[in-house]
C-alpha cells in the first residue's frame, strides 16, 4: 500500500476536552451580580393574615393570660388568679366542665410575648383535655 499523504504537512488532532473558559466566565459574571445585589436587598417581615370577627360570640369563656415574665393568668367568671403552668391544664378543665356545653379557653398574650410560651400553654390546654382552645385576638381598629 502506498503511503498516505497528509494534508498540510502536520497532523491534526479532534479535540474531545470541553473548553470551560466560556462556563467560568459565565460563572464569574452571576457571581460578581450577585455579590452587588446581596447587600441592596432589605430583610422582610412576615405578613400576618388578618382575621374577622366570629359570627356568634360566646355567653362565657375563660382567658388564660400569657404576661410578658412568662406568668400566667386565668380568668374566668370575673376571678383573676395566676396559676403555673402546670396547674393551668387542670384549673381550665374544672372550669369548663362547671359550664353549660363546651365553653372555649381562650389564649391572649401581648405581642413582645415568645411564640414558645403561647404554644406551651396551648399544649398544656390540650393535654389536659380541654376541648375548645382558640387565641384571642385584637382586631386591627382598636
Known amino acids: 500500500m502506498p503511503a498516505m499523504a497528509s494534508r498540510g504537512g502536520s497532523r491534526r488532532r479532534s479535540m474531545n476536552e470541553i473548553n470551560m473558559v466560556p462556563f467560568i466566565d459565565v460563572m464569574l459574571v452571576l457571581l460578581i451580580i450577585f455579590m452587588v445585589t446581596a447587600p441592596m ?23 388564660v393570660i400569657v404576661e410578658k415574665d412568662g406568668s400566667i393568668q386565668l380568668k374566668a367568671d370575673g376571678n383573676e388568679r395566676t396559676v403555673s403552668l402546670q396547674a393551668l391544664g387542670s384549673a381550665a378543665l374544672k372550669w369548663q366542665k362547671e359550664q353549660e356545653g363546651d365553653a372555649p379557653v381562650l389564649i391572649t398574650a401581648d405581642k413582645t410575648v415568645s411564640y414558645d410560651s403561647v404554644v406551651q400553654a396551648m399544649n398544656v390546654l390540650q393535654r389536659a ?8 385576638v ?4 382598636n
Not at 383535655?129 to 384571642?136: A, F, T, W
Not at 385584637?138 to 381598629?141: D, I, P, R, T
Open 41 to 63: 436587598m432589605t430583610p422582610s417581615s412576615v405578613n400576618v393574615p388578618s382575621v374577622g370577627k366570629g359570627a356568634k360570640t360566646p355567653k362565657a369563656f375563660a382567658q
Open 129 to 136: 383535655g380541654v376541648e375548645r382552645v382558640g387565641l384571642m
Open 138 to 141: 385584637k382586631s386591627s381598629g
